[in-house]
């Protein structure tokens, strides 16, 4: 299936993603970089937004949109990492809560329950050796670190250190101009 050929067109099939090559069969379309919906006009404002999000001369669709998904992708990460945080601190007001529920247990007669709880489960490690702030602290110093090095070190060697650069177009390419609540940028 061809498309517009401005940002190029690629099929999923069983051996990834290629190239669409007319009456291939087996593969589903997908495009890439600026998808547009075929029920309405887009006017593309011919001017970047801002220098901030200007493209870096030469730099082709292809590396702008592998830029701005590992962006995206970075994006989940931190996402991910809010999601740590959540559990974090919820796992910790569960421990919390376990307080009350062994001085009510001990309080209606219920002492071994009490025991075993205060035992087995108050001030437990959620992983061997760790509480939930240990495995946020490695986390951050590891895993997500890497991740916020490198998505910063490709776009300072690819885009001028500038962010955003494909989503900057993208609402670009989108706007229309004059209309309400379309401006390019504040």
């Known amino acids: ?16 993603v290629v190239p669409c090559s007319p009456g291939a069969e087996g593969v589903r379309p997908r495009r890439t970089a600026f998808p547009r919906r075929r029920d309405r006009v887009v006017r593309r404002v011919p ?5 901030a999000h200007a493209r870096p001369a030469g730099a082709p669709d292809a590396l ?8 995206e992708a ?27 529920v062994v001085d009510g247990l001990r309080a209606t007669g219920h002492a071994d329950w009490a025991d075993r709880i205060a035992r087995e489960l108050v001030g437990r490690n959620v992983l061997p050796g760790r509480w939930t ?3 946020i602290e490695e986390f951050d110093d590891g895993y ?3 991740w916020k090095d490198l998505e ?6 690819t885009m001028d250190g500038r962010r955003h650069v494909h989503e900057a177009e993208m609402k670009r390419d989108r706007i229309t101009p004059g209309a309400p609540d379309q401006e390019p940028t504040p």
């Open 47 to 51: 001017e970047p937004l801002d220098d």
């Open 64 to 71: 702008v949109a592998a830029v701005g998904k590992l962006s």
């Open 144 to 146: 997500y670190r890497a």
């Open 133 to 135: 702030f240990q495995v």
């Open 74 to 100: 970075l994006e989940t990460i931190e996402r991910a990492r809010g999601a740590l945080y959540d559990a974090h601190q919820l796992i910790g007001g569960a421990d919390g809560m376990l307080d009350d």
């Open 1 to 16: 299936m061809s498309g517009n050929g401005r940002y190029g067109d690629y099929c999923h099939s069983q051996g990834g």
């Open 152 to 157: 910063r070190e490709v776009r300072e060697a």
